[in-house]
C-alpha cells in the first residue's frame, strides 16, 4: 500500500538526517567511502561558494534509494530570520513556513495529522526535523533563535572541507566543480557542487548560480550489519537572489486560514474613537469608493459615495445621528433630503442596542465581535500597496446575518496596520501612530434559491484606506441644516470683540458650540444632539471683529428620540429684552481670554476674508457664571469601526438597499423624475416628513 504524502514526506526527511547526521550502532568498526584529509584546496584555488542571504530556489531532489523524485522551491531570507519550504509529491503540495521572529513553524496542509494547518514552536528544542534540517536553529539571546546560515541545507560554508577540480560539466552546462568528503561514525558521502554564471553559461543571475548538487555515499543499517548505497541529485531549475527573490507575502500563511495553536503575539494597536478617511472597498464584481468621518464619542458618522446606477448618477452622502436614532439621506445632484430613523436593519454602521433601550453606534470591540472565543492572532509583516504593515488576523465561528436574508459564515479577516513611525499624511492631519491601512475578509454565504435551494458560494472583499487621520472630525461635517425645513431653526447672529487677538477658527467653532450647549443645559433646554447647532460662519467684520451665524434647529419630526422644547423657544429666552449690541448670557473662550459675544441680530454684512488663523491648541471654554465646561458630553473611549469595513460585502448589500429606498422615496414623493427633471440649483429643498408607516417599500418584490 502506497504511503500517505504526509508519511512519506517524512520519511524522506529522516532519511536525510540519518544520512548527515549518523545513527549509532552495534557493528564492527566502519570503512568509509572516502577520506577527508584529502579534499583540501590548493594554493590558489576558489573557495566553495557561500549562497546569498536572500534567495529562492527551485530545483528537484531525486532520492535513489527511496525511488522518489519530488519537486520542492525554498525561500531562504536570513536578513529577515524566516523560511519556507514548499514540496509536490503526487500533484499535492504542502508548504511549511517557518519564521524565526514569532518563533513558530507553520505546515499546510499537514498531511500527517489531516489537519489543514498545524504549529510548532521555534526553539532550540524543537523537535520539527523538517525546520532543524532545512533551515537549521541558531540559538540566540534572551531565548531567542535565528535561521542558520544559507547553506546550511546542503552543508556549504559549515566547516566541511572542499577541494576545487576545475570546470566540468553537467547537465550540458559547463559549471566550477568543488567535491567534499564527510565521514560519520557509520555513514560517510561524497558532495559534488556545480556552480556556473555568466562567463560560462547565459544565466538569469549574477554571480555564481547552482545548477547541480549530486550526493554519493553509504549508510551502514541501525538495526543490521547491512551497507545502504546513498545516491541523491538536486537539481536547480530556478534560482534568484536578493531582496525581491524573497517578496514579504510568501511568508505569511493565506488569507482565510487559521492555524490553530498560534502563538498570540502583540494586540491590535491602539485606535482613536474618531478618524477621517476615504476608503476603496472591492469585492468580485464591483470596487466603491467613500470618503467617511466617524465620531464614536458624539455617535455621528458620515458618509459620500459617488454612485452610477441605471436610476441615478451623482454624488450622495449619508449622515447618521445616533444621539436621536435618525438618518439623513442627502441627494446632491437633485439637492433632495431623505429623513429617517435608524434601525438595526438600515444601520449603515454597525449599530448596538444598549441597556437604556436606544441604538448606539458601535465601537471597536463590538464590531470585531471580539469574544473569548475569537481573538486577533498577529500573523507578521508583510507589503501591502507597497509599504511595509503589521498583519493580524482573526476567525469567528458565529454568523452574520444580512438584510438580504443571507448569512455568512466561516468568517476570516485580516487587518494590516502601518508600522510605528511611518509616517501617513493627510489633509485632515498627519500621524506616525500605527493606523489601518487594509483589510482582508473572506467567507461562505449561505441563501436560500427562489426554489428552496440552498445556495453556497465563497465571498470576499479588499478594503484599503487613504489618507486615514485619527484627528477628529469638525462637527460641521455633519452639517443637516440643508434637510430641515425653514420653520425648523432659527437664525443667531453675534459679534464677537477680539480686542485685535487672533483666534484659531477651529477652535473658536468649537468653543462656540460648547458655550451654547452648556446654556441650553443651564436654562434647562438640553440639547439632544450636537447637530442642534450648525452652519457656524465665521467671518472678519468691517470692525475687525468677528461676526458669526449659526442655526439653532429642532430635531426632525422622524427622531425616536424627540426634544420637549423648540428652536424659537431657545431663542426667544437667550435673547428676550435684548437689542442690537447688548451682551448674550454666555462666554466664549478666544485665545488667553474670555469674551462675551454680541447679540447682531441686523448685522448681516460680512466680508469675504476669513479671521487670522493662530496656530495653537485649542484653548479651554469659559462659560459664566459657572467653571469651565466642555460643552459636550464624551463618550467612553473606543476604538476604530472596522467591521462594516473588513466586511465589503455587507457594505454592497447595505448601499444597495439605501439606493432602492433613495429612489422609490424621491419617485414616491413626486420631488423628481430620473428621466426627464433637471438637476435643481439654490438651496437644498426638504422633503415632507415621512412617518414611519409612509417609509417605501424594500423588499425584494420591488
Request: proline content about 4%; glycine content about 8%; some cysteine.
Given at each position: 500500500m502506497l504511503m500517505a504524502q504526509g508519511q512519506f514526506i517524512t520519511a524522506v526527511m529522516l532519511q536525510f538526517l540519518l544520512v548527515y547526521t549518523g545513527v549509532s550502532a552495534d557493528h564492527d568498526e566502519y570503512t568509509s567511502v572516502c577520506d577527508e584529509s584529502d579534499y583540501t584546496l590548493s594554493d590558489g584555488d576558489p573557495p566553495l561558494p557561500r549562497l546569498p542571504d536572500q534567495y529562492y530556489l527551485a530545483a528537484e531532489a531525486t532520492i535513489k534509494e527511496l525511488n522518489l523524485s519530488i519537486f520542492v522551491t525554498e525561500y531562504l531570507d536570513e536578513i529577515g530570520n524566516r523560511g519556507r519550504l514548499d514540496s509536490t509529491f503526487r500533484g499535492q503540495k504542502t508548504s511549511s513556513i517557518s519564521n524565526y521572529n514569532l518563533r513558530e513553524t507553520f505546515v499546510f496542509p499537514n498531511r500527517r495529522t489531516g489537519e489543514d494547518c498545524t504549529v510548532s514552536l521555534l526553539t532550540t528544542n524543537t523537535t520539527n526535523p523538517l525546520t532543524r534540517f532545512v533551515f537549521g536553529i541558531v540559538p540566540g539571546d534572551n531565548n531567542t533563535v535565528h535561521i542558520g546560515p544559507p547553506s546550511y541545507f546542503f552543508l556549504i560554508d559549515n566547516g566541511t572541507s572542499a577541494r576545487y577540480l576545475g570546470i566540468n560539466e553537467t547537465r550540458a552546462v559547463p559549471s566550477y566543480h568543488w567535491q567534499s568528503c564527510t565521514v560519520n561514525e557509520n555513514s560517510s558521502w561524497i558532495i559534488d557542487y556545480y556552480f556556473t554564471d555568466a562567463s560560462l553559461w547565459m544565466t538569469s543571475e549574477p554571480g555564481l548560480v547552482p545548477v547541480t548538487i549530486e550526493l554519493f555515499g553509504e549508510r551502514l543499517y541501525p538495526t543490521s550489519e547491512d551497507i545502504i548505497e546513498l545516491e541523491h541529485h538536486y537539481t536547480f531549475v530556478d534560482f534568484r537572489s536578493g531582496p525581491e527573490s524573497v517578496p514579504d507575502d510568501v511568508f505569511m500563511v493565506p488569507t482565510g486560514l487559521i492555524c490553530s495553536g498560534r502563538i498570540t503575539g502583540p494586540p491590535i494597536p491602539a485606535l482613536p474613537s474618531f478618524f477621517t478617511t476615504g476608503i476603496e472597498i472591492v469585492t468580485s464584481d464591483k470596487a466603491w469608493n467613500f470618503q467617511e468621518f466617524y465620531d464614536f464619542d458624539h455617535q455621528l458618522f458620515r458618509y459620500d459615495v459617488f454612485v452610477s446606477v441605471p436610476e441615478y448618477t451623482g454624488s450622495f452622502s449619508g449622515i447618521q445621528d445616533f444621539n436621536i436614532e435618525t438618518q439623513?439621506?442627502?441627494?446632491?445632484?437633485?439637492?433632495?433630503?431623505?429623513?429617517?430613523?435608524?434601525?438595526?436593519?438600515?444601520?449603515?454602521?454597525?449599530?448596538?442596542?444598549?441597556?437604556?433601550?436606544?441604538?448606539?453606534?458601535?465601537?471597536?470591540?463590538?464590531?470585531?465581535?471580539?469574544?473569548?472565543?475569537?481573538?486577533?492572532?498577529?500573523?507578521?509583516?508583510?507589503?501591502?500597496?507597497?509599504?511595509?504593515?503589521?498583519?493580524?488576523?482573526?476567525?469567528?465561528?458565529?454568523?452574520?446575518?444580512?438584510?438580504?436574508?443571507?448569512?455568512?459564515?466561516?468568517?476570516?479577516?485580516?487587518?494590516?496596520?502601518?508600522?510605528?513611525?511611518?509616517?501617513?499624511?493627510?489633509?485632515?492631519?498627519?500621524?506616525?501612530?500605527?493606523?489601518?491601512?487594509?483589510?482582508?475578509?473572506?467567507?461562505?454565504?449561505?441563501?436560500?434559491?427562489?426554489?428552496?435551494?440552498?445556495?453556497?458560494?465563497?465571498?470576499?472583499?479588499?478594503?484599503?484606506?487613504?489618507?486615514?487621520?485619527?484627528?477628529?472630525?469638525?462637527?460641521?461635517?455633519?452639517?443637516?441644516?440643508?434637510?430641515?425645513?425653514?420653520?425648523?431653526f432659527v437664525r443667531l447672529s453675534m459679534l464677537i470683540p477680539t480686542g485685535g487677538r487672533l483666534a484659531n477658527v477651529t477652535s473658536l467653532k468649537q468653543n462656540i458650540r460648547a458655550a451654547i450647549t452648556e446654556y441650553a443645559r443651564q436654562v434647562g433646554m438640553p440639547f439632544r444632539t450636537p447637530l442642534q447647532i450648525s452652519s457656524i460662519q465665521v467671518r472678519t467684520a468691517e470692525s475687525n471683529d468677528i461676526m458669526v451665524h449659526l442655526h439653532i434647529a429642532n430635531i426632525s419630526r422622524n427622531a425616536t428620540t424627540q426634544w420637549q422644547y423648540s428652536a424659537q423657544d431657545l431663542f426667544d429666552g437667550m435673547t428676550n429684552g435684548l437689542k442690537d449690541g447688548d451682551q448674550l448670557p454666555f462666554a466664549i473662550s478666544i485665545s488667553?481670554?474670555?469674551?462675551?459675544?454680541?447679540?447682531?441680530?441686523?448685522?448681516?454684512?460680512?466680508?469675504?476674508?476669513?479671521?487670522?488663523?493662530?496656530?495653537?491648541?485649542?484653548?479651554?471654554?469659559?462659560?459664566?457664571?459657572?467653571?469651565?465646561?466642555?460643552?459636550?458630553?464624551?463618550?467612553?473611549?473606543?476604538?476604530?469601526?472596522?467591521?462594516?469595513?473588513?466586511?465589503?460585502?455587507?457594505?454592497?448589500?447595505?448601499?444597495?438597499?439605501l439606493l432602492c429606498l433613495c429612489c422609490q422615496t424621491f419617485n414616491k414623493t413626486g420631488s423628481f423624475s430620473v428621466s426627464s427633471q433637471k438637476p435643481k440649483t439654490g438651496i437644498y429643498k426638504r422633503q415632507v416628513d415621512v412617518i414611519e408607516t409612509d417609509l417605501p417599500n424594500i423588499s425584494s418584490d420591488n
Open positions: 439623513y439621506y442627502i441627494n446632491h445632484l437633485y439637492e433632495t433630503c431623505y429623513v429617517s430613523p435608524i434601525t438595526l436593519e438600515n444601520s449603515y454602521f454597525d449599530a448596538t442596542n444598549g441597556s437604556d433601550g436606544r441604538l448606539h453606534l458601535n465601537g471597536l470591540r463590538e464590531l470585531l465581535y471580539a469574544t473569548d472565543d475569537r481573538n486577533f492572532v498577529y500573523e507578521g509583516v508583510t507589503t501591502a500597496r507597497g509599504l511595509l504593515v503589521d498583519v493580524w488576523i482573526a476567525q469567528s465561528p458565529g454568523e452574520f446575518p444580512l438584510t438580504n436574508g443571507s448569512t455568512i459564515v466561516n468568517v476570516t479577516y485580516q487587518i494590516y496596520f502601518t508600522r510605528p513611525g511611518q509616517q501617513v499624511v493627510s489633509v485632515t492631519g498627519n500621524t506616525t501612530d500605527s493606523t489601518i491601512w487594509q483589510t482582508t475578509f473572506t467567507g461562505t454565504s449561505v441563501s436560500m434559491g427562489d426554489d428552496g435551494s440552498e445556495i453556497i458560494e465563497e465571498v470576499s472583499s479588499t478594503a484599503n484606506f487613504y489618507s486615514f487621520s485619527p484627528s477628529e472630525p469638525l462637527l460641521d461635517v455633519y452639517d443637516i441644516s440643508t434637510c430641515l425645513a425653514q420653520s425648523e488667553d481670554m474670555t469674551v462675551y459675544p454680541l447679540y447682531a441680530p441686523n448685522n448681516n454684512t460680512v466680508t469675504n476674508v476669513s479671521i487670522q488663523v493662530e496656530p495653537t491648541s485649542s484653548s479651554s471654554i469659559q462659560v459664566e457664571p459657572t467653571s469651565s465646561s466642555s460643552g459636550l458630553s464624551a463618550g467612553a473611549t473606543a476604538g476604530i469601526s472596522i467591521a462594516t469595513f473588513i466586511i465589503g460585502i455587507i457594505i454592497g448589500t447595505v448601499l444597495g438597499l
